[in-house]
């Protein structure tokens, strides 16, 4: 498989000039953030994904993880690079100092993420679902529960679980059984979770899974469902390992793409009951873990990004080597590569384009998370957060439907060596998809975009950043001829968007279906123009440094090129997507269901 080569310089670009890096150091917390500092911790954590990862990605993927006498085992290799993993610091990088964390802002963390979902997404998933599971317990944890297992949890030698779903609940979590019943200062849960990422494993000490149940007689549906932290292994008072917990990975799943992540079967309960602890109120576990989700599925959102960048490398470097027919020009009888070939470009500049755009939106929503998280004054957090809270359904699901068109892309690059799983292709592609699945699929996040996120203030925000993209408009217009063509592209884009959310916030109140109908190509729309917003602002920024004579030319002249393919190939989808938005459900619910 071709050697993984962190793209250090268009991540220090989208975080630095795009994603508001220089706002976030000034931020309380940030007095010793630098652009240096943010290039060395990039550069270093490149090479532990270039270095340690990557080289297990095909590893992962042949031999997968597998449960043996009630044990899971990992592939060859894993339990020594997530020891290096937590030696290294690397999970702590965004958590509390106090607990041992090194108190970075989440923009330096998703860089990190997209260098260890890309080198490695099935690895990557272990610290992801870690990384919620401390969330939670730092925002709802009782002083106690913080005491006994962030630092561990921070540090990585313990990780940490998400277990919501049911086999008869799917997303629909009203539908949930797993009971917790009170037994003195704890609880004792019974119940079985599917589809829990990292469930068991020998990579860690300890395993903390975070457990959506009920207790008796709590509300019916959503508002009866409480939090609970239910240790693999119960936490003595000193702080050492007790007795094992009762908690059992009783299979994993046999899956299309990521081996290695074993995804489990749980079973709680099995003899006396696990034992549980209440996180916070009873009732409250559902608002609790939906408090999470914005860092969970700007994760998700990045895994698109990553596998992007991962399938476009590969897809670049065959297209250089392979050498089938001749150039379309006859200006040569030999063959050439076939990276000369038109067709063949047009697939890896849309790879290249939609991974810089998706990349750049997921920095510029990270950043907006920190400003929300770290500011000073309310008004500036409450600003970033509504940002944030519009934007995240976005880079979930077209993060993540870029890393399915891309892999997608480099599959056809390779022609029939792409069909062939020796050549690596086809796994960029099977990993890709469960992305689009993860934290609420695809089309749940468009509904959480148009019923949530533009109705509950009708509008308002999203009309405010429509405007925000428009004013950039002059700052093109001063570029001169040369991004003429790329103004106004943006422009026409923007008008979709807009002409799209108006019709929207008029059919909400009138047909909930022509709204439900029209909340994916919506949200394509929202990633479409935003992304080109950014490309539009990359480009800018880097005309101007080439006339400054400042910064890598050859990198700041591809970025331009880039941004140019961009609004010429891919903003255009903003008119159809439009026209899709608008076209109501008339046709799409006329047939009887019995007719499908």
């Known amino acids: 498989m071709t050697h993984y080569v962190p793209p250090l310089a268009d991540m220090q670009f989208a975080a630095t000039r795009l994603a508001g890096f220089g706002d976030i150091a000034a931020l309380p917390g940030g007095e010793d953030l630098s652009e240096d500092l943010l290039a060395a911790i990039f550069e270093e954590g ?26 899971v085992r990992t592939p060859d290799g894993w339990k020594d690079a997530y020891a290096q ?12 100092q106090d607990f041992g964390g090194q108190g970075l802002p989440w923009l330096v963390a998703t860089g990190l993420f997209d260098l260890w979902h890309s080198s490695n997404m099935a690895f990557a998933l272990c610290p992801m679902l870690t990384q919620a599971a401390v969330e939670a317990v730092s925002r709802y944890g009782s002083p106690q529960q913080k005491t006994t297992y962030l630092a561990n949890m921070i540090s990585g030698e313990w990780a940490g679980t998400m277990q919501l779903t049911e086999a008869q609940a799917g997303s629909d979590l009203a539908q949930i059984r797993s009971k917790a019943v009170r037994d003195g200062d704890h609880f004792r849960l019974s119940g079985q979770k599917i589809f829990i990422t990292y469930g068991d494993h020998e990579l860690a000490d300890n395993i903390v899974h975070m457990v959506l149940a009920r207790i ?51 079973s709680f309960g099995e003899n006396d009951g696990a034992i549980g602890y209440l996180v916070g109120e009873e009732n409250k576990g559902l608002v609790y ?88 004054d309310d008004n500036a957090r409450a600003e970033a957060l509504s940002r944030v809270e519009l934007l995240i359904p976005v880079v979930k699901a077209w993060g993540s439907e870029v890393g ?6 480099g599959v056809q690059v390779h022609g029939g060596m792409g069909f062939i799983e020796e050549t690596g292709a086809a796994q960029f592609m099977r990993d890709a998809k469960i992305a689009e699945i993860y934290e609420g699929s695809n089309g749940i996040q468009a509904m959480d975009l148009v019923g949530r996120k533009l109705a509950r203030d009708g509008g ?41 959310t108006d019709w929207l916030l008029e059919r909400q109140s009138d047909d909930v279906h022509d709204a439900a109908a029209g909340a994916m190509p919506y949200l394509r729309l929202w990633g479409t123009v935003a992304g080109g917003w950014l490309m539009a602002r990359a480009a800018l920024l880097a005309k101007t440094e080439l006339e400054k004579n400042t910064g890598d030319a050859s990198f700041l002249e ?36 019995e007719k499908f």
């Open 460 to 500: 308002q925000e999203a009309i405010k950043f429509i405007q925000e993209m428009r004013d950039l408009d002059g700052a093109l217009a001063d570029a001169g001829i040369d991004f003429e063509g790329l103004r106004n592209a943006l422009k026409t884009a923007i008008q979709s968007l807009e002409n799209a």
């Open 558 to 593: 591809a970025k331009i090129t880039t941004a140019k393919f961009y609004s010429e190939r891919i903003l255009p989808r903003a008119l159809s997507l439009e026209v899709e938005t608008s076209a109501g459900a008339a046709s799409l619910m006329a047939l009887a269901d």
């Open 85 to 96: 993993f937590v030696a290294g610091g690397w999970n702590a990088v965004p958590f509390d």
């Open 46 to 71: 490149g090479k532990f994904a270039a270095g340690v990862l990557a080289p297990l990605y095909r590893v992962g993927d042949t031999q997968g993880s597998c449960l043996e006498n009630g044990a």
């Open 216 to 266: 008796p007689d709590a509300p019916p549906g959503v508002k009866g469902i409480s939090l609970f932290i239910v240790p693999k292994f119960l936490v003595n008072d000193d702080g050492s390992l007790g007795a094992r917990n009762d908690v059992r990975c009783v299979s994993l799943e046999e899956k299309m793409g990521i081996h290695a992540s074993p995804t489990a079967v749980m």
């Open 289 to 376: 873990m939906f408090t999470m989700m914005n860092n969970a599925r700007l994760s998700v959102g990045l895994e698109g990004v990553a596998i992007s960048e991962r399938a476009y490398q590969k897809a670049a470097a065959f297209a250089r080597e392979r050498v089938q027919g001749r150039d379309i020009t006859g200006e040569s009888p030999e063959s050439v590569a076939i990276i000369r070939h038109p067709d063949v470009r047009r697939m890896l500049m849309t790879m290249r384009a939609l991974t810089e755009a998706s990349r750049a939106l997921a920095y510029y929503t990270a950043g907006k998370l920190d400003i929300a998280l770290r500011h000073a």
């Open 404 to 409: 399915s068109e891309s892999a997608w892309n």
